[in-house]
């Protein structure tokens, strides 16, 4: 019903930039409320940073505040995470989520809440 594909991964050093893409198809865009989520090797997959529907409601993990921005393009059907000042501990899989949201503002911070996923994308950051 939905499908989401990221991209921008890739290898990158301490302190570096990364602009992640997440290209969304099979709904209206301003429909789903979105998420990026993170999973490292051996942990558990953790949040990352919301937006709601109309892009207006965000939030980001305290571990990633003052670093990354979430944001949104919904006449691109675009969710976009731009990573600034990376750190090695900002390696993993990232995944962009997505759900049917009956309000423009809501957002949600809990993996559960996502109905659909993509593939991930491997971002790497050396020290």
């Known amino acids: 019903q939905v499908q989401l594909v990221e991209s921008g991964g890739g290898l990158v050093q301490a302190g570096g930039s990364l602009r992640l893409s997440c290209a969304a198809s099979?709904?209206?865009?301003?429909?789903?409320?979105m998420g990026w989520f993170r999973q490292a090797p051996g942990k558990e997959r953790e949040f990352v940073a919301c937006?709601?529907?109309?892009?207006?409601?965000?939030d980001h993990a305290d571990s990633v505040k003052g670093r990354f921005t979430i944001s949104r393009d919904n006449a691109k059907n675009t969710l976009y995470l731009q990573m600034n000042s990376l750190k090695p501990e900002d390696t993993a899989v990232y995944y962009c989520?997505?759900?049917?949201?009956?309000?423009?503002?809501?957002?949600?911070?809990?993996?559960?809440?996502?109905?659909?996923w993509g593939q991930g994308t491997q971002v790497t950051v050396s020290s």
């Open positions: 989520a997505a759900v049917v949201a009956p309000y423009s503002g809501t957002y949600h911070y809990r993996s559960r809440s996502y109905d659909y």
């Open positions: 937006i709601s529907g109309g892009g207006v409601g965000l």
């Open positions: 099979g709904r209206t865009f301003s429909s789903l409320a």
